[in-house]
């Protein structure tokens, strides 16, 4: 089995093996049209040709015998740190439990480490148990937990972080004013990544407990519309974010 970077040739074998993957772990639970629906929605070949292909992608694949079996996609999004989000890790369930995943993990690792990042991130629902034993085992700490919507369905979603400086910041958050005046705050360690800059959390409250919205982290508007799969778009400037993806670790 090999690594290599991913290419635009490799875009329909890396949405089937995302396909069986999300199959094997979510079928018993979730219906084939939102699964279907998922696959449509995260992996538009042409969003994903352009993903592969970009610089600020780091999107290894897991090749046997000419096969791809296995992906990870991760990029840099900068907040008060360099982070680097782990956005998808799949592997066949056919190859899994040979190390496929603890190679793409480190693969990444090793290529986010290069680009400066001061700590690695990555996203797990809940119930997807192999997944967050997963990251424990590799050395990443539970920092965090929210609740997201798919399909108006509410799931639990685990933040896994490994920090890669000796450095813990303090969070900060700054206020902001909307069309009507009210004053919100910013939370620049909690974002989303968008087309164009990415969408910071915001709040009615310094203390980040009354929920406001997001900031357009592009223009800096506070317009921003959230749909029912959780698809973020500035009314502003037309930044985007594709819709809410179920977690970075389908092993």
Excluded: Q
Aim: aromatic share 8%; charged share 35%; glycine share 8%.
């Amino acid at each position: 089995m090999d690594l290599r970077a991913a290419t635009p040739n490799d875009v329909e074998a890396i949405r089937s093996v995302a396909r069986t993957s999300m199959d094997d772990s979510y079928g018993h639970a979730v219906s084939e049209s939102v699964l279907s629906g998922s696959i449509d929605e995260w992996y538009d070949p042409s969003e994903l040709a352009a993903d592969v292909d970009s610089r600020r992608t780091v999107f290894p694949v897991a090749v046997d015998d000419g096969e791809v079996v296995g992906f990870a996609e991760s990029y840099v999004v900068d907040r008060r740190e360099r982070v680097g989000e782990i956005d998808w890790l799949h592997v066949h369930p056919d190859h899994r439990g040979a190390g496929i995943g603890h190679r793409l993990l480190a693969r990444v690792e090793e290529t986010l480490r290069d680009r400066d990042v001061d700590r690695i991130e990555g996203r797990v629902l809940a119930a997807n148990e192999s997944g967050t034993r997963f990251y424990e085992e590799e050395g990443y700490d539970h920092t965090g937990t929210e609740e997201i919507t798919i399909d108006r369905e509410t799931f639990r979603e685990l933040i896994y972080t490994k920090r890669l400086d000796e450095t813990h910041p303090t969070l900060e958050s700054e206020p902001y004013t909307d069309a009507d005046g009210e004053t919100v705050y910013v939370d620049f360690e909690d974002s989303e990544r968008g087309s164009t800059g990415p969408f910071f959390a915001a709040y009615r409250d310094p203390d980040h407990e009354d929920r406001y919205g997001y900031l357009c982290g592009n223009c800096e508007g506070l317009d921003v519309t959230v749909d029912t799969m959780d698809r973020l778009e500035c009314a502003d400037c037309g930044n985007r974010r594709k819709p809410t993806r179920w977690d970075a670790a389908y092993l």
